[in-house]
């Protein structure tokens, strides 16, 4: 079952309403309330969301606790990795050890970082279903809490270009938008933040690089100890993702990149009710969307890196997937939806 740390927790209950009984919180969470914030302590997945789903029903208007949730989450909280992202050279080394190491601070979630000509996009991945209310709360909160690790480390103001959410938003999204400082657009499919290169590439303000290597021995032995696993459909879907600029790969090529047998690969799909044909269609959605959105790539060539032998074949496939043709879809993420 997917944990994360008891922190993200403890922050979710210091900013609950005060009229919620801090017992019944404790208690769903299954936490003892008088003992010290420990990050190895870990919560359940299902009773994280819980937490957050039952503090939203109980505020006035439009849920915003769990956004303060995230405003209020700083390096030292993240152990070793918070530390190890502050001492990084740069902002953009920083979310790259984010990208390795976010298991070990976040188990319910995995990271995808695409870097274009003007901009980088960091796509959340949550490894549970998305649907539950709790779940799209933890979405809404990662916004804000990568922004506020980011604004340390940085030492500056930072500011992502453009957040994008997945579902329609639960919470106050101006009051997100206010604090990112940039526009949020919901019902986009998919969780990520723009962020310039420019913005990535400046230095931290105390970064070191011998300390980072430090806190990155420490990180790697804890991942020794306990390494979070992606799901399987997950790691097909990001194989796949990688060839698609060959051609759509077979089953057995993705198979082979995972060091496992074809009917292997097919049989744990089975498992786990994915069928590798909708995995492949998923990837291609997602991968043709992001650089829709974050490049100027041309559509033919687009149509060749998701797979397409032609640009026709494409088009039919996004209008399929999204309703609407890649250039109306590029238009719309240009304009702000």
């Known amino acids: ?115 274009g000509k003007e901009t980088t996009e960091i796509r959340f991945l949550r490894l549970t279903d998305e649907s539950p209310k709790g779940a799209r709360l933890s979405n809404e909160a990662t916004f804000a809490s990568f922004t506020a690790i980011s604004r340390e480390a940085s030492g500056r103001a930072f500011t992502p270009v453009q957040a994008i959410c997945g579902h329609e938003f639960i919470g106050d999204k101006a009051f997100l938008e206010d604090y990112l400082g940039c526009p949020v657009e919901d019902r986009a499919g998919v969780n990520a933040m723009i962020v310039s290169n420019a913005e990535m590439a400046l230095p931290n303000a105390v970064g070191d690089d011998a300390i980072s290597r430090f806190f990155d021995q420490r990180v790697e ?44 690969l097919h049989r744990k799909l089975g498992e786990q009710d994915a069928v590798f044909q909708d995995l492949v269609d998923q990837a291609r959605r997602e991968l043709s969307e992001r650089l829709l959105r974050t490049t100027d790539y041309p559509l033919v060539e687009i ?15 996004f209008k399929r997937w999204a309703g609407e043709t890649p250039r109306s879809y590029r238009l719309g993420a240009v304009e702000g939806r």
């Open 221 to 264: 032995e804890m991942m020794a100890e306990a390494r979070s696993e992606l799901p399987l459909s997950l790691k097909v879907k990001s194989e796949i993702g990688k060839k698609l600029s060959g051609g759509v790969p077979k089953l057995s090529d993705i198979a082979l990149t995972l060091g496992m047998s074809g009917r292997t």
């Open 1 to 115: 079952m997917p944990q994360s740390s008891s922190i993200y927790s403890l922050k979710a209950i210091a900013q609950a309403p005060d009229h919620l009984d801090r017992e019944e919180l404790y208690a769903l969470c299954k936490l003892d309330p008088d003992s010290p914030p420990d990050l190895a302590t870990m919560v359940s997945e299902e009773d994280y969301l819980a937490l957050l789903a039952r503090i939203a029903e109980a505020e006035n208007g439009l849920p915003k606790a769990h956004i303060k949730l995230g405003t209020s989450l700083r390096c030292e909280d993240l152990g070793a990795v918070g530390l190890a992202w502050k001492s990084s050279p740069t902002l953009g080394h920083g979310w790259d050890r984010a990208l390795r190491y976010v298991s070990v601070v976040a188990g319910v979630r995995a990271l995808e970082i695409t870097r």
């Open 303 to 317: 149509a060749f890196l998701t797979g397409f032998a032609e640009q026709s074949g494409f088009t039919r496939a």
